[in-house]
């Protein structure tokens, strides 16, 4: 009886699935600068190079070395939804600063509860806080009052496992700031004065000169966000031509931001003579290159800053200004984003 053996062969395929994590400035003076796995639940996701291997039954009198065609069927990785934690681990931060954090895809508003449910901050001293989303990528945790200096804020995002919309959450992180001296300045649009205090305690008065009545600066309570050295200031990208009786571009020294939209406190030697005696910006606060150096070193991201007496109102979208012109009960009960 004439017998035909067979010879088993393995054919190994690789499914490659690799993913991983993922200033110029508009406003009232627009502005550039110097300077794990998923559990069971969730769907299957290849690792890495993971190797695909079926049998092949092929007769031994076959050559085994033409190539065998295998097609090999594989998933792609859905996408993946990463979270941000600010401030930053060991910060020192002002009595004004949020915890805030920020995400590299939109969060639906039918999914933000459940993100939220996955963040948390602890302090100590114990402070009442919440949530409210300023964008669909952006959520700020505000206490219900201004920090108590020395608290230490724990921030803990756990995104794992949990279904975003179309992406899977993929990390966990945790940060720990703390909060320094209470800085609280008040600018006062009608007097022309900044008025500086640390714990309160009044440690200098300043001569301002804030917006003109086309460019007011807006009212209410600004957040230090950053400082830069010099800024460069083009009216062009806020649609004033740097041509025209009104426009400009300069480069600005001891510049502290006080928005997104380009607010900020700098060194306004040009305006000298109109410091302390009448509203002459187009929206930030000028002051000497003494004093706005003295303001540059110092105040901390995250410090007071009050906007009195002006007619603008303040921009409740810009992240510097989201924060604390929001009565509490409002701010607990619903989102600024849609």
Not at 125 to 142: C, K
Not at 143 to 167: F, H, K
Not at 207 to 222: C, I, K, L, M, Q
Not at 259 to 284: D, F, I, K, L, M
Request: net charge neutral; glycine share 8%; with cysteine.
């Amino acid at each position: 009886m004439l017998r035909t053996r067979f010879l088993l062969l393995v054919v190994v395929g690789v499914a490659g699935a690799g993913f991983g994590a993922g200033r110029f400035v508009r406003g009232s003076e627009a502005a550039t600068q110097d300077r794990t796995a998923l559990p069971a639940a969730a769907p299957a996701r290849p690792a890495v190079d993971a190797p695909v291997v079926a049998p092949v039954v092929a007769p031994v009198d076959a050559p085994v070395d033409r190539p065998v065609d295998l097609p090999v069927t594989t998933t792609a990785p859905p996408p993946v939804i990463h979270a941000t934690l600010s401030p930053g681990d060991g910060d020192v931060v002002g009595v004004g600063m949020p915890a805030v954090v920020t995400f590299d895809r939109p969060v639906a508003k039918a999914d933000r509860p459940a993100v939220e449910a996955r963040l948390s901050v602890t302090a100590n001293p114990p402070a009442e806080g919440d949530w409210r989303w300023i964008t669909a990528t952006l959520v700020h945790w505000r206490p219900a009052v201004y920090w108590q200096p020395g608290t230490e804020v724990d921030v803990r995002s756990d995104l794992r496992g949990l279904q975003v919309g179309g992406a899977w959450g993929a990390d966990e992180r945790t940060v720990r700031f703390r909060i320094g001296d209470a800085h609280v300045t008040t600018v006062n649009v009608a007097s022309h004065q900044m008025t500086v205090t640390e714990n309160g305690r009044i440690v200098r008065v300043i001569p301002a000169s804030t917006g003109r009545d086309r460019y007011p600066t807006a009212n209410g309570v600004h957040l230090a966000l950053e400082k830069s050295r010099t800024v460069t200031m083009d009216s062009a990208t806020v649609g004033i031509p740097r041509n025209s009786p009104n426009g400009y571009y300069r480069t600005v020294a001891w510049a502290t931001r006080l928005s997104y939209s380009g607010t900020y406190v700098h060194a306004a030697p040009w305006s000298a003579g109109a410091q302390g005696e009448r509203n002459v910006s187009h929206g930030c606060i000028n002051v000497s290159t003494a004093d706005a150096q003295w303001f540059f070193n110092f105040t901390r991201r995250g410090d007071v800053v009050d906007v009195v007496n002006s007619p603008a109102p303040p921009k409740l979208a810009d992240p510097g200004m989201a924060d604390w012109n929001i009565p509490w009960e409002q701010w607990k009960a619903a989102d600024t984003a849609a």
